[in-house]
């Protein structure tokens, strides 16, 4: 019988470029409204709009979140920064060049850890201006449009570009590397992380290699990816694609593609472009920068608990599993929530169950926020508590907590107006079994007779008669006493 000939393996190797929109009230270079979803074209100025004779003047908020955002990422600070142009025509891009940073970046050399232990290395975090934004008639992106309009509102907007080292060897973990950002720079307030809106956007530089090979191979940079599912899958489908071409004797050429969503490929947009090309030279209209030590200092110790210090103190002080502290790090209001819960409970376990469960049921189908409920951490918390000691079954609970989420108020005082108090009374709860028995003798022949299933029937009967008000595990252990 004939072998199957081994695969060759080959080892992916990608590397990442960020691009994290700041929330400034104004833009990095001139005083217009950094702003989303505004009309086209009305948070525009002369220097955006490259108009003779217009200064830049910089944004010093936005050098203070690069700065956060830098020391979040265990980047060292440079003491002296400075601007500039990177000519390329474009039509949203007014000036001809944008301004940016080359050769002497504001943040560089930090790294991020995965959850798998592997090490990202960071090059470097530089800040620049966003370029506007084309709105393409007729069709989804450029590709069958009719004609393309120019919206400016996002020119100018500051930017922190990071670019990782090509250290991660998977489409899993891009994926997660861009979760972690996400969360950082949410936690840190800097940025709303949202990929739909592209306030963050990714390019992903992808290779593929021999195994134990240690020379790179030529890499593709994929472009138009607005979710996280779309970077992983866009980077899947080119190291397929990289990968049958190289096993069909062909090479890989390195260009610019575009991921389609429709048809889950990726596309060629045009070749790649060398740093040599954008012909950088140090911006005349703006100084270089100097930046204090203890202007750095005072950033780094007014940084906030980052992501992955909330995680280990969720599964060393509450008791959380990683899964569980993983979703309250993600969310981010969802961990404050039940933080502030976890003040009146020690029962962290429930009130993450229930967060993460019916309350999330109910925010996703409301599309609300935690915090844009009725429902208050202190009766969450009380409603944990009602639960724990007695007063109401889970059932009753699950049944108060939308007027909660809806209208609010204090879970036992609304137990008391409904009338939900739980049947805890061992005659009263005998007595309703003794009925239901009375009233099923052929099932309680054929149970006594071997047919174990008619155990949850009588469970039910009962559960049924006394509308979900017995206590649950009272129920189970008396039935089961009371058919012998």
């Given amino acids: 019988m004939a072998t199957a000939a081994p695969q060759t393996q080959y080892e992916t190797v990608i590397g990442l470029e960020v691009h994290v929109q700041l929330k400034t009230d104004s833009k990095l270079f001139d005083p217009s409204p950094n702003a989303f979803g505004d009309e086209p074209n009305i948070n525009i100025n002369t220097p ?4 003779p004779g217009a200064l830049p003047v910089l944004n010093e908020r936005a050098v203070e979140y690069a700065i956060k955002l830098g020391l979040a990422l265990n980047c060292n600070i440079a003491e002296v920064t400075k601007f500039d142009r990177k000519q390329y025509f474009y039509p949203d891009l007014p000036k001809g060049y944008q301004i940016s940073q080359y050769d002497y970046p504001i943040c560089e050399h930090g790294n991020m850890v995965l959850s798998n232990g592997r090490k990202v290395r960071i090059l470097r975090a530089h800040l620049e201006e966003d370029a506007g934004k084309l709105v393409h008639a007729g069709a989804v992106g450029l590709a069958g449009s009719d004609y393309s309009l120019v919206d400016l509102n996002r020119a100018g907007a ?9 250290d991660i060897r998977s489409a899993e973990e891009a994926r997660e590397y861009m979760q972690q950002i ?3 720079v949410r936690y840190l307030d800097v940025c709303d992380g949202n990929l739909e809106e592209g306030s963050m956007r990714c390019d992903a530089n992808v290779s593929i290699r021999l195994v134990g090979a240690t020379e790179y191979g030529t890499k593709t940079e994929i472009k138009n990816m607005n979710s996280f599912r779309s970077v992983q899958r866009a980077i899947e489908s080119e190291v397929a694609r990289q990968t049958e071409l190289i096993e069909s004797g062909g090479r890989v050429t390195q260009e610019s593609r575009l991921w389609d969503e429709a048809t889950q490929t990726t596309k060629t947009m045009r070749s790649k472009e060398e ?4 012909r950088y030279f140090p911006d005349p209209d703006l100084r270089p920068l100097a930046i204090s030590r ?3 200092d005072h950033i780094r110790q007014t940084l906030p608990e980052l992501p992955h210090q909330r995680f280990e103190r969720l599964v060393k002080g509450f008791g959380l599993t990683e899964y569980d502290a993983g979703v309250m790090v993600e969310f981010k209001e969802m961990g404050d929530f039940f933080e502030l819960a976890s003040e009146h409970t020690d029962n962290y376990k429930a009130l993450s169950n229930w967060i993460q469960g019916d309350i999330t049921g109910y925010l996703k189908a409301n599309k609300l926020s935690i915090f844009e409920t009725k429902l208050t951490p202190t009766a969450l918390a009380e409603l944990v508590h009602l639960v724990d000691k007695g007063t109401i079954s889970s059932a009753m609970a699950k049944k108060l907590l939308p007027d909660l989420l ?8 609304l137990v008391a107006e409904k009338g939900l108090v739980q049947i805890t009374d061992d005659g009263a709860i005998r007595a309703v079994i003794q009925k239901v028995m009375d009233a099923n003798p052929k099932n309680v022949e054929d149970y006594r007779g071997g047919k174990d299933k008619l155990f949850g029937f009588f469970v039910g009967q009962v559960m049924k008669e006394t509308k979900g008000s017995a206590n649950p595990e009272m129920v189970n252990s008396l039935v089961k006493e009371m058919l012998g």
């Fill in 275 to 278: 740093a040599h090309d954008y």
């Fill in 406 to 413: 809806a209208e609010g108020g204090a879970p036992e005082k």
């Fill in 182 to 184: 996400r969360n950082i």
């Fill in 158 to 166: 500051p930017l922190v570009e990071i670019v990782s080292e090509p």
């Fill in 48 to 51: 955006c709009l490259g108009l």
């Fill in 294 to 296: 203890e202007q750095v």
